[in-house]
């Protein structure tokens, strides 16, 4: 008899394991294409609000397409980052339901929260690096190309690695923003507590700067701008597991 048990994963097998996570990831990916397909019917509409950040500060020249396919190509990133950015509460739900059977009776009622919150963590980040980073990105790219009226050189950035550009930074500030949601997971689970995340600050931050560097342009703005709130993330993190963690004393 199972009491505040952890579900029935002690009867499964690694294969068991696989074969559930795979059935997760398809459903995610089938929730994603059908938010694709929906969002390529106003890729028009997309488009257009995914280029006003470079489009209003350009005083001259044209964003333009460098090669024939191009334009299909974005049209489809397009569509697939929205989509995986509406099916954001689908994921996450999958997501959950994975892990749910390892957590005890009282930890499976988190199932809201969780969605709620990483949806709404997620929305954020996204906002955050269209409202804030890409428009400063942008200004500090364009500000180092020399005055047209002088050196009759204009600015005219290729649209493909544009949105390249932008669409990437939405979804890594997006998942970046998880930050808190996946900590505090693992503090549930009983993986990590407060006082070890405490002791491994100095390294959590310099793992954080590194990814930052790597996923932001190469611009020390764009990196401290990611850098920044994810340490604050980290400490509301340590907050939370504080709270929430699965405590030592916990029965197994």
């Known amino acids: 008899m ?32 059908v938010f694709s397909v929906g969002a390529w019917f106003f890729r028009g509409e997309i488009f257009d609000f995914l280029i006003a950040p470079v489009s209003s500060q ?37 997501s959950w339901l ?19 919150s990483g949806t709404l963590l997620f929305v954020i980040g996204v906002a955050f690096a269209y409202y ?22 204009e600015v005219a950035p290729d649209i493909t690695f544009y949105l390249s550009l932008i669409t990437t930074m939405a979804l890594v500030f997006g998942l970046a923003f998880e930050l808190p949601l996946a900590i505090t997971l693992l503090g549930v689970i009983g993986i990590v507590d407060a006082k ?3 002791e491994k600050r100095r390294f959590a931050i310099l793992g954080l700067a590194i990814v930052a560097a790597v996923v932001t342009p190469p ?11 994810l340490c604050v993330l980290y400490e509301i993190s340590i907050l939370l597991v504080g709270l929430l963690g699965r405590k030592s004393g916990s029965p197994e």
């Open 132 to 153: 804030l980073v890409l428009p400063a990105a942008v200004h500090f790219f364009i500000s180092q190309a020399p005055d047209p009226a002088l050196s009759k050189v």
């Open 2 to 33: 199972e009491t505040e048990s952890q579900g029935s994963t002690s009867g499964q097998t690694l294969t068991d394991h696989l074969a559930e996570l795979r059935d997760r990831i398809v459903k995610s990916l089938y929730a994603i294409i």
């Open 219 to 229: 611009d020390a703005l764009s990196m401290l701008m990611l850098l920044i709130p």
């Open 196 to 198: 070890f995340l405490k």
């Open 58 to 94: 350009m005083k001259t020249g044209n964003l333009q397409f460098i090669n024939l396919v191009d334009p299909f190509m974005v049209n489809l990133k397009i569509a697939v980052v929205t989509g995986i950015a509406f099916a954001t509460p689908v994921w996450l739900y999958q």
């Open 98 to 116: 994975f892990i749910a059977p390892g957590l005890y009776a009282k930890e499976r009622r988190y199932t809201v929260a969780f969605i709620s």
